[in-house]
């Protein structure tokens, strides 16, 4: 129906979960986070982060704000606030580096104040 690729970036288990619900469709390229530097040379039209950078270390961040993010023409990332309270500042300096155009939306429901963020390159 749509002319589109996907990659999937994730470790091994969640990829494993993911396989079960989506290995209909055919056109996703699915990377552990361990072979992730397979794909720094590739160009992406958009980054997908929803809650997943709490799982990782800020070395790790390093990398993807280094090789994967600068490769990907916009950037859609949304986390928790109590979670990412030493993550922030740095993230969003980084992602405001990357991407000339940067918005920060604050969005709370219940009892969890969040941040999403969409960069764009296309300014």
Known sequence: KYNCNYTF???TKMISIAKNYISEYKHIKFITTEKIEEIENEKFDLLL???????????????LCQKIIPNCQQAFVAHGMDT???????????????????????LSYGRIDQKI???DMNV
């Open 84 to 106: 990412y309270k030493q993550l922030v500042p740095e993230l969003e300096s980084k992602l405001r580096s990357i991407y000339p155009k940067f918005n920060i939306y604050p």
């Open 117 to 119: 963020y969409f960069g």
């Open 9 to 11: 970036a994730d470790h």
């Open 49 to 63: 982060a929803f809650h997943c950078l709490s799982e990782v270390t800020m070395e790790y961040i390093n990398y």
